[in-house]
């Protein structure tokens, strides 16, 4: 059984840096597509940022690029999200989500993913 558990939310002020975990357990990581997502009230839940393992491939939501940076640790079966020179309009509860669907490019749709964390709060505040 595939469990994600997501930690390393919180408040924050504009400009400054969070690093978001997301600990795998029941399966190696390596065997996944990986994305974080998040989500505001009223609107749909976001692609973030996506890897793979098998094709190195990383991508990201044209917001958070240069700003953000996903990355893992195979050996600890963890996934991360580095988020540097945070903005208010980046204030969303965080998810990490796994699928099996190996493909290129990411999966970028909720619907893709099999496995969800229950989701870390990040408020940015200007």
């Known amino acids: 059984q595939v469990q994600l558990v997501e930690s390393g939310g919180g408040l924050v002020q504009a400009g400054d840096s969070l690093r978001l975990s997301c600990a795998a357990s029941?399966?190696?990581?390596?065997?996944?597509?990986m994305g974080w997502f998040r989500q505001t009230p009223g609107k749909e839940r976001e692609f973030v940022a996506g890897?793979?393992?098998?094709?190195?491939?990383?991508d990201y939501v044209d917001a958070v690029k240069g700003r953000f940076t996903i990355f893992t640790d195979n050996t600890e079966n963890m996934l991360y999200l580095q988020m540097s020179s945070l903005k208010p309009e980046d204030t969303a509860i965080y998810y990490c989500?796994?699928?099996?669907?190996?493909?290129?490019?990411?999966?970028?749709?909720?619907?893709?993913?099999?496995?969800w964390g229950q989701g870390t709060q990040v408020t940015v505040s200007s």
């Open positions: 890897t793979a393992w098998n094709s190195g491939r990383i």
């Open positions: 029941g399966r190696p990581i390596t065997t996944f597509s």
């Open positions: 989500a796994l699928s099996d669907k190996l493909m290129v490019p990411i999966p970028m749709m909720p619907n893709e993913y099999e496995y």
